[in-house]
């Protein structure tokens, strides 16, 4: 190779020079091992038992979370800001990412994402910015006293709703833990909660594909109903009482669904033994209503609120075709198949 040529290679693989000449990057691919974990295990008589860690065997730690966060912010760096490779605002368009089944790979892909689009406009509205820095001096309070990181509703709504359970099995609190920080994490963590899965809030309308993947119970309870009133399935139509047992998520979903969260449940989970029930009823031949009933916990009876329902009239029980077309738009055809991109984040 002569000279003229070994130069004009070196000048090919020069980044900087080769954005002098023109030349046009098409395609980055990022490979990455997850963070800091604990051990996925260890033998018998090890001192240092599971209970020793802060998190179960194999998960990741604060400090793994962290270190993907400060590789995704220099990625960022690099892709976002000086190349503008990458755009600043998400697109499903634009980036796809993959990761094995495991927990740790998992959140170590969410950390490296936040910090590839940390203060990126197009994922958090400004009215979302606002909230978080009126509720700055919560976070550090909490996160200096308790130890944890409390900056991912996850952890904000399981720190918060620790605190309730404990105050609900007559437990004192550290005495940092105030009435008003209790009061204030509550209604942090639930709103935050909320619009995580959809709800309209901080100056964005109500994201319906964001609430549509907590439509697994509502959609099979529409299907049970269709059966029954079909007489069709095998004889499942036989079944006269479906039960599901389910967490707070559940029935704030359902009721998301329906269009009744906000007057049944405000900004707030649903108690424990919370329980709904929907009710198929034939009104005639061929007529067939719902009416949906509620009990806040177990020292309160039964309501009907059906007239909470989005879409249905202010009765006590809705048309059957008017509940369920009101629903439609939430209702995915094949749950499935429209997670398998989440699967794969």
Request: with cysteine; hydrophobic share 35%.
């Amino acid at each position: 190779m002569n000279t003229a040529a070994l130069l004009l290679t070196v000048v090919a693989f020069s980044t900087n020079i080769a954005l002098i000449i023109g030349a046009d990057l098409l395609l980055i691919q990022s490979l990455w091992r997850h963070g800091d974990r604990v051990p996925v295990g260890t033998y018998p008589t090890d001192p240092h038992q599971e209970d020793a860690w802060p998190v179960p065997w194999g998960e990741l730690t604060t400090k793994g979370m962290w270190e993907l966060y400060r590789q995704g912010a220099k990625l960022k760096e690099e892709y976002i800001e000086k190349t503008k490779f990458i755009s600043a605002n998400y697109s499903v368009h634009e980036i796809y990412v993959r990761s094995t089944d495991t927990p740790r790979t998992l959140v170590s892909a969410y950390s490296n994402l936040a910090g590839f689009y940390s203060d990126s406009r197009g994922t958090l509205p400004g009215e979302a910015r606002k909230f978080l820095n009126e509720n700055k001096d919560l976070f550090d309070l909490i996160e200096s006293n308790a130890k944890t990181n409390v900056s991912h509703p996850f952890e904000m709504y399981d720190f918060a709703y620790t605190l309730a359970i404990e105050r609900l099995h007559g437990l004192k609190p550290p005495e940092w833990v105030t009435d008003d920080v209790f009061n204030r994490s509550l209604r942090v963590a639930n709103d935050e909660w909320d619009f995580l899965f959809g709800a309209s809030m901080f100056g964005k309308e109500e994201n319906v594909e964001l609430v549509s993947f907590g439509c697994g119970v509502i959609k099979e309870m529409i299907e049970n109903m269709e059966t029954k009133i079909n007489g069709s399935d095998g004889g499942k139509h036989k079944y006269k009482y479906y039960a599901y047992s389910g967490h707070d998520t559940t029935i704030g979903s359902v009721l998301t669904i329906m269009g009744a969260k906000e007057a049944i449940l405000g900004h707030t989970s649903a108690a424990y033994g919370a329980t709904l029930v929907l009710e198929l009823w034939r009104m005639e031949t061929d007529v067939f209503a719902v009416r949906l009933r509620y009990s806040k916990n177990a020292e309160t009876p039964f309501e009907t609120i059906t007239d909470k329902i989005e879409g249905c009239p202010p009765d006590e029980y809705c048309p059957f075709e008017v509940f369920v077309a009101n629903r439609r738009k939430y209702i995915l055809k094949d749950i499935r198949t429209s997670c398998e991109a989440e699967s794969e984040v």
